[in-house]
C-alpha cells in the first residue's frame, strides 16, 4: 500500500542559481560564488552539500564552502577532476547552473558550542571545513579554542591562502600548516599532517576533532587523536562516496547500510569504526 | 564557431563511415554545429585543419602509419570508430595465419608487390582519446559521442557487460536456448541488438575494462564449447588482445 | 475479506473488458519458452499460470529508463519535472512480486517522496494470481512470500474450473462489479483454495535452512566468511542478477541533449551494486572495486541492510536472480543456507 500520497514538486527537479563570482584558489580548483534565482537564502549547516546541475552535461555533490552567517549568497570551491566539475570550471560571471539541496546532516555545531575544536584539513578537505571555520569565527565567543592543522602535498596546492594568512594573525586560531613536499621558497613544516600533532596540546576532557581529507588520511588521523585520548564520539569526519540522487534513493553512497547522502556525509568515528567498509 | 570534424578510413570495410551518411536527417541537424572537413565518403576536397578526427580502420601496412601519426598531430581530438580501429577487429584474424598466406589468400599472384604487417588498433600507434566500438558502429552512440564531444563532455560509455542491456531488452538467454553468448564479457552499448534480433553476441564492442574471461570460459566449455571453439569465437572481433598479451 | 468466485469461461470476458474499456492491461504472456509482462491486446495472450516472468512487473512503476526532468538550455535555461503516469491494470502478479513491490513504495515515499514512482504507482491497479507452479530456483515459502494478504487490489486462485477473487480493495471490488460475472464463494471453494496453496508449497524445490528474521544477525556475523571471496571469483559483474531483481531499485542518472544542442533531458535508469563502477569515483578511486565485496554487499542488501532500514525484506525469494546468473553464484538461499552451516 502506497504510505504516503503523491507528493507536489519532483525531488529532482533544481532551482536556478547564478554565477556571482568566479576566483582561482589553486591550479585545479576554483571558488564560485552562487545566489538563487529565487532570492531566498539556501539555509544550510556547515558540512552539507549541494547537488549541482550544469545542464546537459549532469549534476554532482560538493560541499558548501561558505558559513550560513555570511547571507546572500553561498559558495562552492571545485577541484577540476571530470566531466561536471571541468565543464563548471569553464563557465563564468553570470552563467545560470541548477541547485538542489542543500542535503545530508551536516556537521554537529550544536554540539561543539563551548567546547575546544581541533580541526584537520588534508588539500580539498579544507573546502567543507572552510564553512564550519568561518561559522565559528563569526560566532566566536560561543566556542573555545580553534587549532586548525592544515596539510597540502606541495605548497602550489594550498587552498584559501589569503584566508590561511587572515586565521594566522588572529589571535583566536591556532593554525599550523604543512606540506608533504617542500620546495626552495617553503620555509613552513614539512610532513604529513599527523606530524604537526606533537605540536599541539590540548585538553582531551573539552575537544572535538573535526577531520576531512583524502580516504587513507583518516586512519592516521584517528590513531593520533586516540593518543592524545580523544574518545571516537569527539572525533567527526565526513566521509566521501559516488552520489547521484543526494536523497537516499540511487543507492549509489552506500556504506554497508548506511545511505552517506542521508545519515552522513558527517560521521563520529564511533558510527565509523562499526562499518566494516567505511575507511 | 563551428567544430571542425574530419573523417579517415585505414584498412577495413567502411562500413562505419556508410553508417554515419545513413542517417542523413540526423546529420544535417549536426551540421548546424559541426564542419565536415574531410569525409572520404561524402565530400571530395580536403582541408586539413579539423580539430576533431573520427578514424576508421585498423592498421595493416607500414605505409599507414606515418598518415595515422599526422593525423594525431593535427586534431586536438582523435576518436576511433568502429572496431577495426578499436581493436584491429575482424582484421585481426589474419594473425592466426602466417603473414605470406594471408598476402597470397587476399592478392593472390600479385602479393609481392605489398607490403603487410599484423593487423593492430590504431592505439597501438598514437595515443586515442574516445572509443566508438562496435561492428558497424551504432548510429545513436555515434551522435551520442559527438554530441558530447561539441559540449566539452566525456562520452560515457558503458563499461558493463552486454547481458545488463540484453535482460533490460526482456530478451531470453541464449544459454538458455542452447547456445553460446560472449555477452557477459563484452562491452554494452549496443542494446544488445544481436541477441534481441535472435542471434549470439560474437563480441564486436570488445570486452569490458575488467573482464572476466576464465568464468566466461568456464560457462562455454560447460554449455558444449571446445577451448578451440572458445578460442576462435574470441578471436573474431578480440584478437589483438590475445597476441598482444 | 470478501471472497468471490469467476468461472474459468467468465475471465476472458473480464480481461477483454478491462481491455477495452478501462486502461492500459499488463499481463504475463509467453516469450521464447519463457514469460514476460507485456501489453495485453487480447485475452487469449494471457497466461496465468506461469511460473515466473524473466523481468518482474515493477518495470511498469519504475521504467528501466524514466525522464525525471527536461530542460533547455540558454541565458537563462528553463527546467520542468516530469513524472509521467497513466492508469495501468497489472494483472496476474504474483505474491511475491507483490511483497517486492511493497518494498519499493516504502523506499520511494519514505523520506524524500519520489514523484516519478508514486505518480504511476496511484494510478496502478494489482489484480494478483496466487504462485501454483513455482520455478525451480524459487523459495518463496521459507520467506512467508508465496501468498500475499495485502498489496492488491485483487487476489485469484486457480481453484480448477474457476478461480476464487480476494478482494484487496475498494478499486478492486468496483472493478470485479463492472466487469466480471461474479457470484459468492462457497465454503468447500475457500478450502478449496487453501488446498490449492497448500499443495503449492510442496512444489517448491529450494528451501531456506534459517528464518527470515535470523538473517541480519547471521550476516552480521559472517562478514570475515571465506565464502565471500570463493563464491565470488566466478562472477562476471554482469548486472544480471540485479536486472531481473524486484526488489532492486538503485538507479543512475544522466543528462541527454538533442541534435540542437539545446533542449535536452535528465534521466534516470536501473543500475545495480553488482556492476564494476557503482561505486566508483572520479579519477581511480572505487570503494567497491572487487568482486567479492560487491557480491557480499548484494547479499547483505538482501537479509539485512533492506531490513534494517524498511522493515521490509530486501529478497522476496523470486529465484529469478537464480535462473539468470550463468556463474551459478547469485542465489540468496545457497549463500544464506551456506552461512548458516558455516556458523554452526
Ligand atoms: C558529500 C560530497 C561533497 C563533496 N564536496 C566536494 C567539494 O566541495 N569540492 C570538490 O571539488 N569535490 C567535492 N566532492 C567530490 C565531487 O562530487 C566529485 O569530484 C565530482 O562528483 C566529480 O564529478 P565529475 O562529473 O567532474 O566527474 P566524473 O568522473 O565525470 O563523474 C561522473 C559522476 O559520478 C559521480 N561522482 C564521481 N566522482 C564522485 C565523487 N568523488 N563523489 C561523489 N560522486 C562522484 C557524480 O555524480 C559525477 O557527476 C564531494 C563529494 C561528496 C560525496
Ligand atoms: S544472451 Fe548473452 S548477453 Fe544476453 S544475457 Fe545471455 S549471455 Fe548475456
Ligand atoms: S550484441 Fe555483441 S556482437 Fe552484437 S552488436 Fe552488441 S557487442 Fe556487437
Ligand atoms: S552474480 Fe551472477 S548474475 Fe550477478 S553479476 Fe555475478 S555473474 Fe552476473
Ligand atoms: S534476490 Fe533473487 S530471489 Fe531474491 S528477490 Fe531478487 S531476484 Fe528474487
Ligand atoms: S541489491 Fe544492490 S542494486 Fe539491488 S537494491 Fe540493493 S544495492 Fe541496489
Ligand atoms: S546519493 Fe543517491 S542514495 Fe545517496
Given at each position: 500500500m502506497i504510505s504516503q500520497a503523491v507528493p507536489p514538486t519532483s525531488i529532482y527537479l533544481p532551482y536556478l542559481a547564478e554565477l556571482l563570482r568566479v576566483e582561482s584558489i589553486a591550479e585545479r580548483e576554483k571558488l564560485f560564488e552562487f545566489k538563487l534565482s529565487h532570492g531566498k537564502e539556501l539555509g544550510h549547516k556547515p558540512g552539507q552539500f549541494v547537488e549541482i546541475s550544469l545542464f546537459g552535461i549532469g549534476e554532482m555533490p560538493i560541499s558548501?564552502?561558505?558559513?550560513?552567517?555570511?547571507?546572500g549568497s553561498f559558495e562552492l570551491a571545485v577541484r577540476a577532476v571530470g566531466n561536471v566539475t571541468n565543464a563548471l570550471h569553464r563557465l563564468s560571471k553570470g552563467a545560470t547552473v541548477g541547485i538542489r539541496g542543500p542535503f545530508g546532516n551536516g556537521f554537529p555545531v550544536d554540539n561543539l558550542k563551548g567546547k575546544d575544536i581541533v580541526i584537520v584539513a588534508g588539500g580539498i578537505g579544507l573546502f567543507p571545513l572552510r564553512s564550519l571555520i568561518n561559522y565559528i569565527l563569526d560566532?566566536?565567543?560561543?566556542?573555545g579554542r580553534l587549532i586548525i592543522l592544515s596539510g597540502s602535498r606541495t605548497p602550489q596546492e594550498r587552498m584559501f591562502v589569503n584566508e590561511l594568512e587572515k586565521w594566522h594573525k588572529r589571535e583566536d586560531v591556532e593554525l599550523l600548516e604543512t606540506v608533504d613536499e617542500g620546495d626552495e621558497e617553503w620555509t613552513g613544516h614539512v610532513g604529513?599532517?599527523?606530524?604537526?600533532?606533537?605540536?599541539v596540546h590540548i585538553d582531551p576532557e573539552k575537544i572535538f576533532a573535526v577531520v576531512v581529507g583524502p580516504p587513507v588520511m583518516y586512519k592516521f588521523v584517528v590513531a593520533e587523536c586516540h593518543k592524545k585520548g580523544i574518545p571516537d564520539e569527539r572525533i567527526i569526519m565526513s566521509l566521501e562516496r559516488r552520489m547521484k540522487?543526494?536523497?537516499?534513493?540511487?543507492?549509489?553512497?552506500?556504506i554497508n547500510g548506511v545511505y552517506v547522502c542521508q545519515e552522513g556525509p558527517v560521521f563520529t568515528y564511533a558510527e565509523v569504526k562499526k562499518l566494516r567498509e567505511a575507511i | 564557431m563551428k567544430a571542425k570534424l574530419g573523417f579517415f578510413d585505414f584498412t577495413g570495410c567502411e562500413g562505419c563511415q556508410l553508417e554515419v551518411l545513413n542517417f542523413e536527417t540526423e546529420l544535417v541537424e549536426l551540421l548546424n554545429h559541426v564542419d565536415?572537413?574531410?569525409f572520404r565518403e561524402a565530400k571530395t576536397e580536403r582541408e586539413?585543419?579539423?580539430?576533431?578526427a573520427f578514424v576508421e580502420g585498423s592498421i595493416?601496412?607500414?605505409?599507414?602509419i606515418p598518415r595515422l601519426k599526422k593525423i594525431r598531430q593535427q586534431a586536438k581530438i582523435v576518436v576511433a570508430l568502429g572496431a577495426c580501429a578499436c581493436?584491429?577487429?575482424?582484421?585481426?584474424?589474419?594473425?592466426?595465419?602466417p603473414m605470406e598466406e594471408n598476402l597470397r589468400i587476399v592478392y593472390?599472384?600479385?602479393?609481392?608487390y605489398y607490403d603487410t604487417i599484423p593487423a593492430r588498433p590504431i592505439s597501438s600507434i598514437v595515443p586515442v582519446d574516445y572509443y566508438v566500438p562496435g561492428?558497424?558502429?551504432d548510429k545513436k552512440e555515434f551522435l551520442k559521442v559527438t554530441k558530447a564531444l561539441l559540449l566539452g563532455k566525456r562520452p560515457e560509455i558503458p563499461n558493463y557487460p552486454v547481458c545488463v542491456e540484453c535482460k533490460l531488452a526482456g530478451n531470453v538467454c541464449t544459454f538458455d536456448k542452447g547456445e553460446t553468448c560472449l555477452g557477459p564479457v563484452t562491452r554494452a552499448g549496443c542494446n544488445a541488438i544481436c541477441i534481441s534480433n535472435g542471434r549470439h553476441c560474437?563480441?564486436?564492442?570488445?570486452?569490458?575494462?575488467?573482464?572476466n574471461t576464465n568464468s566466461e570460459k568456464e560457462i562455454l566449455q560447460k554449455h558444449g564449447l571446445t577451448v578451440e571453439d572458445i578460442l576462435n569465437q574470441f578471436r573474431i572481433f578480440n584478437g589483438y588482445l590475445e597476441v598482444s598479451k | 475479506m470478501e471472497n468471490k468466485i469467476i468461472e474459468k469461461q467468465n475471465m476472458a470476458p473480464f480481461v477483454d473488458n478491462l481491455i477495452n474499456a478501462e486502461a492500459e492491461v499488463i499481463g504475463p504472456k509467453r516469450k521464447d519458452g519463457k514469460y514476460a509482462f507485456d501489453k495485453l491486446?487480447?485475452?487469449?495472450?494471457?497466461?496465468?499460470?506461469?511460473?515466473?516472468?524473466?523481468?518482474?512487473?515493477k518495470m511498469y512503476l519504475f521504467p528501466p529508463k524514466e525522464t525525471l526532468i527536461k530542460f533547455e538550455l540558454g541565458k537563462e535555461p528553463k527546467v520542468e519535472p516530469v513524472a509521467e503516469a497513466k492508469p495501468l491494470i497489472l494483472f496476474g502478479v504474483h505474491p511475491y512480486d507483490i511483497k517486492a513491490i511493497e518494498l519499493l513504495d516504502v523506499a520511494f515515499s519514505t523520506t524524500n517522496p519520489d514523484i516519478n514512482y508514486l505518480s504511476k504507482r496511484e494510478k496502478a491497479v494489482i489484480i494478483g494470481v496466487d504462485c501454483?507452479?513455482?520455478?525451480?530456483?524459487?523459495?518463496c515459502p521459507s520467506l512467508g512470500?508465496?501468498?500475499?494478504?495485502?498489496?492488491?487490489?485483487l487476489m485469484l486462485t486457480d481453484i480448477g474450473d474457476s478461480y476464487v477473487v480476494a478482494i484487496g480493495s475498494s478499486k478492486g471490488e468496483q472493478l470485479l462489479t463492472k466487469y466480471a460475472e461474479t457470484r459468492e464463494a462457497s465454503q468447500a471453494e475457500l478450502a478449496q483454495r487453501n488446498s490449492e496453496r497448500q499443495k503449492a508449497l510442496a512444489r517448491y524445490k529450494v528451501t531456506l535452512n534459517i528464518s527470515p528474521e535470523e538473517l541480519p544477525q547471521l550476516l552480521g556475523k559472517s562478514w570475515d566468511s571465506p565464502w565471500w571471496k570463493e563464491k565470488s571469483?566466478?562472477?562476471?559483474?554482469?548486472g544480471s542478477c540485479i536486472v531481473v531483481c524486484p526488489t532492486c531499485f538503485c538507479f543512475d542518472v544522466q543528462d541527454d541533449i538533442a541534435l540542437n544542442l539545446k533542449e535536452g533531458e535528465r534521466y534516470r535508469q536501473w543500475d545495480g551494486?553488482?556492476?564494476?563502477?557503482?561505486a566508483a569515483v572520479a579519477?581511480?578511486?572505487?570503494?567497491?572495486?572487487d568482486k567479492e565485496s560487491r557480491f557480499r554487499h548484494r547479499m547483505y542488501r538482501k537479509g539485512k541492510y533492506i531490513w534494517e532500514r524498511y522493515?521490509?525484506?530486501?529478497?522476496?525469494?523470486?529465484g529469478r536472480c537464480a535462473s539468470a546468473c550463468l556463474a551459478e553464484i547469485a542465489s540468496p538461499a545457497e549463500t544464506f543456507n551456506k552461512l548458516k552451516e558455516e556458523s554452526k
Open positions: 558548501i564552502s561558505s558559513s550560513p552567517t555570511r547571507k560566532k566566536r565567543s560561543e566556542f604529513v599532517v599527523t606530524t604537526l600533532s606533537s605540536e540522487c543526494g536523497i537516499g534513493k540511487c543507492g549509489h553512497c552506500q | 565536415i572537413v574531410n586539413d585543419n579539423y580539430e576533431i595493416t601496412r607500414e605505409s599507414e581493436l584491429g577487429g575482424v582484421n585481426c584474424l589474419k594473425n592466426f595465419r593472390g599472384d600479385a602479393a609481392r561492428c558497424p558502429i560474437w563480441g564486436c564492442r570488445g570486452p569490458v575494462d575488467d573482464p | 491486446i487480447e485475452t487469449g495472450e494471457l497466461c496465468l499460470d506461469y511460473d515466473t516472468t524473466l523481468l518482474p512487473p501454483l507452479n513455482p520455478n525451480p530456483n524459487a523459495f512470500t508465496a501468498t500475499a494478504e495485502t498489496g492488491f487490489d571469483e566466478k562472477c562476471l559483474s554482469c551494486c553488482m556492476l564494476a563502477d557503482f579519477g581511480e578511486g572505487n570503494f567497491r572495486g522493515e521490509k525484506l530486501g529478497c522476496v525469494g523470486c
